[in-house]
């Protein structure tokens, strides 16, 4: 394992997405309402991922109703 110099934020954002053209959009919806919600929160910690509020871009009228409702208790 390499370990970088303390003086180097070795910090990384990763994002989620549901792609329009999913080949599997139910599946892709039920992995994003199990990361934003409780359990899949405990097991990011559980590794050391530290989660922060969530931010959309793109057309937020597009976002399931059952994501939606995981990103505003998020807030």
């Known amino acids: 394992m390499v370990k970088p110099p303390s003086e180097i934020d070795a910090k990384a ?5 549901i792609l ?7 599946g892709a919806e039920r992995f994003v309402r199990f ?3 409780s359990e899949g929160q405990a ?4 590794h050391g991922l530290e ?3 969530p931010t959309v871009s793109g057309d937020a009228a597009v976002i399931p109703a059952t994501i939606q409702s995981l990103l505003v208790r998020a807030q």
């Open 20 to 26: 329009n053209n999913s080949a599997n959009p139910a």
């Open 35 to 37: 990361l934003l919600g």
């Open 51 to 53: 989660a922060v509020a």
């Open 43 to 46: 097991l990011l910690q559980q």
């Open 13 to 17: 954002r990763y994002t989620i997405s």
